[in-house]
Antibody, heavy 118, light 107 residues
Framework: QVQLVESGGGLVKPGGSLRLSCAAS????????MSWIRQAPGKGLEWVSY????????HYADSVKGRFTVSRDNAKNSLYLQMNSLRAEDTAVYYC???????????WGQGTLVTVSS | DIQMTQSPSSLSASVGDRVTITCRAS??????LAWYQQNPGKVPKLLIY???TLQSGVPSRFSGSGSGTDFTLTISSLQPEDVATYYC?????????FGGGTKVEIK
């Protein structure tokens, strides 16, 4: 069965950096676009980024452009999110999700909490 | 960027009621729209894609309609397990965007 397991979340000071990882299993990872989506405490969903199956094209939300970098390693079935210059407003649960070829995101990880606070 | 606006932001209905949630795009997105359900404390779940196609395993009381800028999610007979926040998302082009969510409660 499809599994997505995020790791790397935690407490970081404003201006700091953090790298999230997502380990994928149960499907051919290299065939799928992947996304990062976040949810601030008590708030709605916010799309952060997606990366194509080969990693050749990546798109970002304006709120993270220039600070966050998405990458993937298809040999390791892994997705990454490098977050730099973190701000308090980046505090959220970060979900790794698989993009369905039909539209939308059909599988989500359990999420990892990132807290940016001094 | 194309914005997504959902209404209402919350609603309360009785078990068995028909519930309708609206999502409006600031520009036409043809049918590149998905709906998600997030039960309290849970991970979001894809309900509908391409505006009206039910994801495998989703109960048939859920349906979606619309095209262009106006879309609806309908629950034909509200059940207790449908208590959740529902989100629309457009995926026609980046940056992708979610609506603000509609919280559905049982009266």
């Amino acid at each position: 069965q499809v599994q997505l397991v995020e790791s790397g979340g935690g407490l970081v000071k404003p201006g700091g950096s953090l790298r999230l990882s997502c380990a994928a299993s149960g499907f051919t990872f290299s065939d799928y676009y992947m996304s990062w989506i976040r949810q601030a405490p008590g708030k709605g969903l916010e799309w952060v980024s997606y990366i194509t199956s080969s990693g050749g094209t990546i798109h970002y939300a304006d709120s993270v452009k220039g600070r966050f970098t998405v990458s993937r390693d298809n040999a390791k079935n892994s997705l990454y999110l490098q977050m730099n210059s973190l701000r308090a407003e980046d505090t959220a649960v970060y979900y790794c999700a698989r993009n369905s070829p039909h539209g939308g995101t059909d599988y989500w990880g359990q999420g990892t909490l990132v807290t940016v606070s001094s | 960027d194309i914005q997504m606006t959902q209404s209402p932001s919350s609603l309360s209905a009785s078990v068995g009621d028909r519930v309708t949630i609206t999502c409006r795009a600031s520009q036409a997105i043809t049918n590149y729209l998905a709906w998600y359900q997030q039960n309290p404390g849970k991970v979001p779940k894809l309900l509908i894609y391409a505006a009206s196609t039910l994801q495998s395993g989703v109960p048939s009381r859920f349906s979606g309609s619309g095209s262009g800028t106006d879309f609806t999610l309908t629950i034909s007979s509200l059940q207790p397990e449908d208590v959740a926040t529902y989100y629309c998302q457009r995926y026609n082009s980046a940056p992708l965007a979610f609506g603000g969510g509609t919280k559905v409660e049982i009266k």
